[in-house]
């Protein structure tokens, strides 16, 4: 009896769970069907009731529900998932593309939040606010000092840690953010002028940008990095690669690594830039047997040209419907290693309490007809989630005759050429992972802080810098490099590679502070083996092309 009891919790909390879950189907089809009888529906206020007034302890029936939720999710499939109502703000505003608050980059340095960068054109650039302003209050709220930390719950011993930053940040964050046209005054130190100022800031919708960097590489040669696919993502593509165009570009890195996917429509549309009318670029199916296909159009601006998709392990969902498209219609070539190999497609349900499911409801299919979901149990999926550790043990980030296929899954796209589903997109070019590269966290570690510091303590000469320039002559002779080795305090020689390695990204870092994240792309890809292998396979282009003329 006692153990019956004390399983009690879960059984309700289970049958809450799946109440409510019946109950946020509305934009289904079988709504009717659903909603034929009201019994179950009485089920789950009797056993509400039952636990709020009858049982024996205390129950926070919100948390039992969360997990309740959760738990009957993992054994459906690995990416239908519960989004409690404290997360879905968050994951929203990243897909969205854009947030509602006052529009600056931070980070604490030492026990104060010092601004790195103001967003242009946004709330704090129009009041006047600058790199390097020190926010001590918002309205009430004191954000700086031992208080910050006490107010994020921050133990003495999380203070450096990764969950004690996020903590302060997510602190911060709620300070700061507010419903467009709100206002919000704040305090802030300007070192330059050794002055405090009070600066009131009207919020409003700010920007997060997904193309992140984009550049030409050689005059040809041209670069763009998407890091997801969000709502605002084609139109930031549209934008990078009509000006990639305009300076001669005919030829495009489309840098899809570590991208974890987002909104199908969007990678279509992307998609449709490079492919030419009436060529199929995906297609879904689900339980029903019912089809749903998407078609290229006539828009396309970059069909003339050529295009390499660079994908990791860490791409997924739609970057995969991207490469995928383009691999099975013959279109560029795909560099990289495997991808993540995630085929389902979700929706998302309301939960009616801020909270969210994103359900999968169908699978999508290249061209050629692949499903590039990799195996998946449905308790707990383990395996599933330990997919990269396999990897490593198997070989296959060293050497794609290591990568594991399955003849019975093979597919010849419209010129000849074979591909696999079953597990990711296979590369048609592989790249190993750099094994030489070695990021010891006590070499990289203070490299935020100590950038922070010197451009603060630069800022009028740092101003005058132009990309072009910075590249080939900051810290030519490596003395402010030294310095930054000498606050490590390393009492042994550092090898010739991590040395370079170290020292090529201190002038990366310092660059994404100076020129957002394409100076940081243009500095550290000067040694990026899959940047690397393009060149090299331009290079065979062009010999090419010229013997043909």
């Known amino acids: 009896m006692a153990k019956r009891k004390a399983y009690l919790p879960l059984f309700i909390g289970i049958a809450i769970a799946v109440g409510i879950f019946i109950g946020s189907t509305f934009n289904f089809k079988n ?29 926070n029936t919100d948390s039992l529900l969360d997990d309740a939720i959760t738990n009957m999710l993992l054994k459906l499939d690995p ?53 390097g302003d ?35 940040s997510d602190l911060i964050m709620r300070s700061l953010k507010g419903a467009p046209e709100t206002n919000v005054l704040v305090s802030v130190y300007r070192r330059s002028t050794n002055e405090i100022l009070e600066i009131p800031i009207t919020r409003g919708e700010v920007p997060i940008k997904s193309v992140s960097g984009y550049y030409m590489i050689t005059k040809t040669l041209g670069y763009i990095n998407v890091e997801r696919f969000a709502r605002t993502t084609y139109i930031e593509f549209k934008q990078a690669l009509n000006e990639l165009i305009s300076e001669g570009m005919t030829s495009l890195v489309l840098d899809l690594r570590g991208n974890p996917g987002g909104f ?100 999508y299919y290249t061209p050629t007809g692949r499903s590039i979901q990799k195996p998946y149990d449905h308790n707990g999926n383990k395996t599933y989630n330990n997919d990269y550790i396999e990897r490593v043990h198997n070989g296959e980030l060293l050497s794609k005759d290591s990568i594991k296929v399955n003849d019975s899954l093979k597919y010849i796209t419209p010129k000849g050429k074979i591909v696999y589903g079953g597990g990711g997109i296979i590369p048609d070019i592989f ?101 690397l292998k393009v060149l090299e396979l331009e290079g065979k282009k062009a010999k090419e092309d010229k013997n043909k003329n």
């Open 431 to 531: 790249v190993s992972i750099d094994t030489l590269s070695t990021y010891s966290t006590r070499l990289y570690r203070g490299l935020n802080d100590f950038v922070f510091r010197y451009i603060d303590n630069h800022r009028s000469e740092m101003s005058q810098w132009e990309l072009d320039d910075f590249v080939v002559n900051f810290d030519k002779d490596g003395r402010i490099f030294k310095q930054y080795l000498k606050e490590l305090d390393i009492k042994y020689p550092l090898a010739p590679k991590v040395r370079e390695d170290l020292q090529r990204y201190f002038k990366a870092f310092v660059a994404r502070d100076l020129f957002d994240q394409t100076g940081y792309f243009v500095i550290s890809q000067t040694k990026d083996n899959m940047i």
């Open 264 to 363: 199908m429509d969007i990678a279509n549309n992307i998609v449709d830039e490079f492919l030419e009318d009436g060529k199929l670029i995906v297609f879904t199916k689900n339980k029903n047997g019912e089809v749903d296909k998407s078609y290229a159009t006539k828009r396309g601006s970059f069909e003339d040209g050529n295009v390499y998709v660079l994908i990791d392990q860490n791409s997924a969902s739609a970057s995969e419907i991207v490469a995928g498209a383009l691999q099975d219609n013959d279109k560029g070539t795909i560099v990289g290693r495997r991808s993540f190999g995630k085929g389902l497609v979700q929706q998302e349900m309301d939960l009616g309490d801020g909270s969210a499911v994103r359900l999968t409801t169908s699978r």
């Open 134 to 168: 020190r926010i001590l209050i918002a309205d009430n709220d004191t954000l700086f000092g031992e208080s910050i930390f006490k107010r994020a719950g921050v133990e003495a011993n999380e203070k450096q840690t990764f969950l004690g930053r996020r903590k302060v």
């Open 79 to 131: 990416h239908s998932v519960y989004i409690p109502k404290e997360d879905l703000k968050r994951v929203t505003e990243n897909m969205q593309g854009k947030f509602e608050g006052i529009g600056v980059s931070f980070l604490m340095h030492n026990d104060t939040v010092a601004v790195t960068g103001v967003i242009k054109n946004g709330p704090s650039e129009k009041a006047g606010i600058k790199a």
């Open 31 to 59: 709504k009717t069907m659903l909603f034929s009888s009201n019994t179950n529906e009485a089920k789950i206020k009797r056993l509400i009731n039952y636990i709020q007034y009858d049982y024996v302890d205390k129950v």
